[in-house]
């Protein structure tokens, strides 16, 4: 295909069940020239050597360990370590050298159903699942998006980066979304980004899904079978919007 290659990027330091099951899910729906690098800690390495299906994608290249000094914090706190982290240049640095970037979590998976494909979405600097109205005040006007699954251009991430380091007074998310246009960065609009990824609120079978709940949780999890590879996995309604990790 005439994409060029990118990588997709999840930082995860726990032994999950899940872990290979989100990670099988992205490959199965990115470019086949595309890698992932799975950020890990020290403590599930072998976790992830003893996965035969993780191991065939990192005898074929498309698999990238790094291993990075791990979180040890309260999960309550673990949304600002990485807010530091994906503020920082020199974790970017340490990202294969693309520049589109996929950033998703344990809690995002791809939606085989949908009529949004992947290759839709390139042409953004930045992109992820439109914010509940209710947040705009806060966004201060910019309803994009949720940095739990995102495509980023490194090029503008780091520019942003240069120009308007980060104070630890937003989410990473936050920063990216209504900054990155202080850089020419494209900040993908609502219509777009919900076709994108979506995590409950205004979903029109998105291409994947982030952390869903909410009232359309059923109708998610029957528009979207992989739904169930994610908390909580269909069995219930999930509580009204959390902030957990």
Not at 117 to 143: H, Q, R, V
Not at 150 to 174: F, G, H
Not at 197 to 214: D, L, R
Not at 229 to 242: G, K
Request: aromatic share 16%.
């Amino acid at each position: 295909s005439n994409i060029s290659s990118g990588v997709g990027v999840i930082i995860e330091f726990r032994s999950n069940n899940y872990l290979v099951a989100i990670i099988l899910n992205v490959f199965h729906n990115i470019p086949s020239n595309w890698s992932i690098q799975l950020f890990h800690g020290s403590s599930n390495y072998e976790f992830i050597m003893n996965s035969t299906s993780l191991l065939y994608f990192i005898k074929i290249g498309r698999l990238i360990l790094t291993q990075l000094p791990e979180y040890t914090g309260a999960s309550s706190q673990r949304h600002l370590f990485l807010n530091r982290l994906l503020t920082n240049e020199s974790f970017w640095k340490r990202v294969i050298n693309v520049e589109k970037i996929l950033f998703f979590q344990l809690d995002t998976v791809f939606c085989s159903n949908s009529p949004y494909k992947f290759s839709d979405f390139l042409e953004w600097d930045y992109i992820g699942a439109p914010w509940p109205y209710s947040w705009i005040n806060m966004t201060g006007g910019s309803l994009v998006g949720n940095g739990g699954f995102s495509l980023r251009s490194r090029s503008k991430t780091l520019a942003l980066i240069k120009t308007k380091p980060y104070s630890l007074s937003i989410y990473e998310d936050l920063y990216f979304g209504k900054y990155m246009p202080l850089v020419g960065g494209k900040v993908a609009p609502f219509e777009i980004a919900q076709k994108f990824s979506s995590e409950g609120q205004h979903y029109i079978n998105s291409m994947a899904i982030h952390k869903p709940f909410g009232d359309n949780y059923g109708r998610i999890c029957q528009l979207c079978p992989e739904a169930n590879l994610i908390p909580p996995f269909c069995r219930s309604q999930p509580p009204p919007y959390f902030f957990s990790m």
